[in-house]
């Protein structure tokens, strides 16, 4: 008697965790469906073409082989990858020391102003991208709006050169990406309690005092995140190279793009995402980790 | 005149059809054992076939067919016709040497590519009983070095590649491929080439006297070392806007494909140069797989009528190797775009650009290597 009413108990238990544990897979399906479908199978894909061969016209052919990795190694490739970091990485200080300030004034604007300037940051995004980068090749061209303008106003003699060279090209980065780094640091500089900053100053701290030992430490997550966002998809981009670079400098989206739309050879441009891959995930991890001790 | 025997011959082509298959059903073996027909290696095609019956899905380059394509197809030849678009010639070498059924009957793709998809077993031999069209085109037109006799290919547009400038902005017209990889001082900066990779390499290799299939390891380092040098002259790379840029003045030579430099402007002009160029061709190929194969080559014989092949003329300004077309294209767009004025012999005095198979990764590098240059 006794020892069935433990037992239904138990499977009472059980069958509340049981029914727990499908609503929870209920909720979480969809998004785990979703990552499987469009992250986990595709990403699977991609590393399991590092290892087997170019098919002649595009395609795989199923021949085990490290090759690719081994052509990661050349210095053309290389090259390719760091000149990509170093415009990245410029790009991404441009937009730190141009998005920290505005994201600053932001934050102190009353609340009203507040919402109007986020979105006149955010404007921008309502245009398509291509659209946004070819207005770049209007004005900055040979006969563009820039040269003729200043030709007009008499202060050159012939029209610069404004455009298809790797200035343009961090310009462009910088523009396309630098709302992704005024938005994490207007959260972070947001939520920042003022009183801190009076203790500061009251303790005899400066402004670039208070803003180093107090400001900055405590807004690096959103300096973090902000960089990462606009370094992610400058070291990816291929159009802006293209378009404002004039197909003078090459970086690594490019280089990928070439090796699945002109080379047909998968299995590099498969290796190629791999490693761009894994730096990112670096970044991230590097980033999770320093976000975590703020 | 083709297109009403065709439309004449549609009734009886289904009553035919009709018998055939009642006399197969009846005799299946003696309709077996008969001979293939000429130069076909694979299944005997049935010249009455229904074409109501079938239907041609083809894919093609965006804007280089007529838009009511599928209604004029519908009309003349009673056969449904459903157009796919590809970018480029490498996409639909994907799709079509993936391995998966395309359900693709008609492929358009440039010669090189046709030759690559033949070597793959990918294309049904042509039927030229199906296609009394074929004798429309210029006899040049059998001549194509990588499909000699047409025998798996129908070329639909060909030309070449050259300088395209500006006659008011250029001191001197350019003459040689050396013009723009070293470019006069007015002309600095504002030259641009193509970064497509075999015709990146083009200028280099004509200019060094090479032919455009070279696969010489040699050969390409002294190609690269010439574009490296040619590089810092260069306003960029550029393959779609070359033509604007020289219509703004932004540029004021480039290289071009000849259809595309836009000559109908009064300061425009294109040029072949001394050294020679290429000889490019798109054409229409059918597939092994496709299940309509009676309709694909109907639909290529009604491409090559020259009502429907001098469109391709007068809409995209590329030459078509359809003499009946040419001769019955708008004269005033034909004296006005002087590309179109070259002969299909000077165009066969161009090199053929033909599949490198696994040696055009050494294109590919080449051209990484001198776009990543700085």
């Keep these: ?294 | 005149m083709s297109r009403t025997r065709f439309t004449r011959r549609l009734p009886a082509a289904a009553l035919a059809a009709g018998l055939a298959l009642a006399v197969s059903a009846c005799g299946g073996e003696a309709a077996d054992t008969a001979a293939p027909a000429a130069g076909a290696s694979s299944a005997r095609l049935d010249p009455n076939a229904d074409l109501s019956k079938q239907s041609v899905a083809i894919s093609v380059w965006a804007d280089y067919t007529p838009k009511d394509l599928p209604e004029r197809v519908k009309e003349k030849l009673k056969t449904n016709l459903k157009v796919t678009l590809h970018d480029t010639n490498e996409a639909i070498m994907a799709k079509l040497t993936s391995g998966a059924d395309t359900g693709l009957d008609v492929a358009f793709v440039s010669g090189q590519y046709a030759q690559a998809l033949n070597e793959a077993g990918l294309l049904e031999p042509l039927h030229p009983e199906l296609i009394p069209n074929l004798a429309n085109l210029y006899p040049e037109a059998k001549e194509l070095a990588f499909d000699k006799g047409n025998v798996f290919s129908v070329p639909y547009t060909w030309g070449t590649t050259g300088i395209c400038y500006r006659t008011d902005l250029v001191k001197t017209p350019p003459t040689s491929w050396n013009d723009i990889l070293s470019p006069p001082a007015d002309a600095v900066k504002k030259v641009t080439m193509m970064t497509t990779e075999r015709w990146l390499a083009l200028p280099a290799i004509k200019a060094l006297g090479m032919s455009v299939n070279t696969r010489s390891d040699d050969d390409l380092a002294k190609v690269k070392e010439k574009l490296l040098a040619a590089k810092p002259n260069l306003l960029g790379y550029d393959d779609t806007t070359f033509g604007d840029k020289l219509k703004s003045g932004e540029a004021v030579m480039v290289e071009a494909w000849d259809g595309w430099c836009p000559t109908s402007e009064k300061n425009i002009k294109f040029v072949v140069p001394k050294e020679g160029s290429d000889l490019w061709v798109d054409t229409m190929v059918v597939l092994k797989s496709s299940k309509n194969k009676e309709a694909a080559h109907a639909f290529i014989n009604y491409i090559l009528d020259p009502e429907i092949h001098r469109w391709a003329a007068e809409n995209i300004l590329y030459k078509v190797p359809n003499k009946a077309a040419m001769d019955a294209m708008d004269a005033k767009l034909k004296a006005a775009n002087a590309p179109l004025q070259m002969s299909p012999s000077d165009l066969l005095k161009g090199e053929s650009i033909v599949d490198l198979g696994e040696d055009s990764v050494k294109f590919t590098r080449l051209a990484t290597e001198v776009a990543a240059q700085q």
Excluded: C
């Design chain 1, 1 to 294: 008697m006794k020892s069935s009413t433990t037992a239904t108990g138990a499977s009472a238990t059980s069958r509340a965790r049981r029914s727990h544990a499908l609503g929870r897979l209920l909720f979480l399906g969809p998004g785990l469906l979703y990552l499987v479908a469009f992250v986990v199978v595709p990403l699977g894909l991609i590393v399991s073409y590092t290892v087997f061969r170019r098919g002649r016209f595009g395609g795989i052919v199923y021949e085990f082989t490290w090759e690719n990795f081994a052509r990661l190694d050349d210095s053309l490739y290389r090259d390719v990858v760091l000149g990509s970091l170093k415009l990245a990485a410029i790009a991404t200080l441009i937009a730190l020391l141009v998005g920290y300030p505005t994201a600053y004034l932001i934050a102190q604007l009353p609340k009203k102003w507040k919402t109007i300037a986020l979105v006149v940051i955010v404007m921008p995004f309502w245009t398509n991208f291509l659209v946004r980068i070819y207005a770049w090749v209007v004005l900055l061209s040979g006969p563009g709006l820039v040269n003729s303008a200043l030709l007009d106003l008499g202060l050159i003699d012939k029209p610069l050169e404004l455009l298809y060279n790797q200035g343009t090209v961090v310009t462009g980065l910088v523009y396309s990406y630098l709302p992704l780094m005024i938005l994490p640091l207007y959260a972070a500089i947001e939520k920042l309690d003022p009183q801190l900053r009076e203790a500061s100053a009251n303790l005899g701290a400066g402004p670039v005092r208070t803003f180093f030992s107090v400001t900055l430490p405590l807004t690096l997550p959103g300096v973090l995140t902000g960089s990462l966002f606009v370094f992610v998809p400058s070291f990816g981009n291929f159009i802006i190279p293209e378009l404002l670079g004039g197909g003078r400098s090459t970086m690594v989206g490019n280089v990928i793009r070439d090796q699945f739309l002109k080379a047909r050879d998968w299995p590099f441009g498969a290796t190629l995402t791999l490693a761009l891959l894994v730096v990112l995930i670096v970044l991230l991890l590097a980033q999770a980790w320093s976000s975590r001790r703020a």
